[in-house]
């Protein structure tokens, strides 16, 4: 069973600062696939960045990296030049590998409360 | 066109009634899925479809029952709910087969039961 966890429940960032939300995963899957997703307040799910469990490379979409440490099993969001934008909801989530050839579940972790103060 | 449309945005509805949530997307994704969320929860996932073809039930009451008429369009059949079912029910889609398969999200239907 693959767990994932979010052990912030909250952070508060300046505007244009940089902040860190941190993300540990466990699985016994060799093969894994690492997913952060913002929600506001809409409701709306909207994916920011993928990690591949064989990328040798940490990802980057704009101002998101994602810092991952496969050994210490952690896959932590780090945004950039924080905007008041930037205010939701965040989580990380897990997909393991497909083994059949048909769809996988995407579970997610708890959730970080970003708050981006001026 | 990378959208997935729920329907509607919003329902109240009685224990005793039947309604259904609608969710479509255009994108060719032959995987689909339902999520329930509570207030301050993360999504659960509820069901996958995977082809049309209903792959992964999380031991849902059957008062929910999922439909997949065609690859673009899933819903959700409610009936006898209870009020703890109240929830925000997210659907998403994402390629079937591919382990990098971000899931697309709707705006999610917010369901209060009375």
């Known amino acids: 069973a693959q767990k994932i966890t979010q052990t912030q429940p909250g952070m508060f960032v300046q505007e244009k600062e940089a902040v860190t939300l941190d993300c540990t995963y466990d699985?016994?899957?060799?093969?894994?696939?690492l997913f952060w997703y913002k929600q506001p307040s809409s409701g709306e799910m909207i994916f920011l960045i993928y990690?591949?469990?064989?990328?040798?490379q940490n990802a980057t979409e704009g101002r998101y990296s994602l810092n991952f440490q496969k050994a210490r099993k952690s896959a932590n969001l780090v945004i950039s030049a924080s905007q008041l934008g930037d205010s939701a909801m965040y989580f990380c989530?897990?997909?393991?590998?497909?083994?059949?050839?048909?769809?996988?579940?995407?579970?997610f972790g708890t959730g970080t409360r970003l708050q981006v103060t001026l | 066109d990378t959208e997935v449309t729920q329907t509607p945005k919003h329902l109240v509805m009685g224990m005793t009634n039947k309604k259904s949530l609608k969710c479509e997307q255009h994108?060719?994704?032959?995987?689909m899925y339902w999520y329930k969320q509570k207030a301050k929860k993360p999504p659960e996932l509820m069901f996958v479809?995977?082809?049309?073809?209903?792959?992964i039930n999380e031991s849902v009451p059957s008062r929910f029952s999922p439909e997949c008429p065609n690859s673009s369009l899933l819903n959700l059949h409610l009936h006898a709910l209870q009020p703890e079912d109240s929830a925000l029910y997210l659907c998403?889609?994402?390629?079937?087969?591919?382990?990098?398969?971000?899931?697309?999200f709707g705006q999610g239907t917010r369901l209060t039961v009375v």
């Open positions: 479809y995977s082809y049309e073809k209903l792959s």
């Open positions: 699985t016994s899957d060799p093969s894994y696939g």
């Open positions: 989530a897990m997909r393991e590998a497909l083994h059949t050839g048909t769809a996988s579940k995407l579970t």
């Open positions: 998403a889609s994402s390629p079937a087969d591919r382990e990098k398969a971000e899931a697309f």
């Open positions: 994108m060719g994704h032959r995987a």
């Open positions: 990690q591949g469990s064989y990328d040798q």
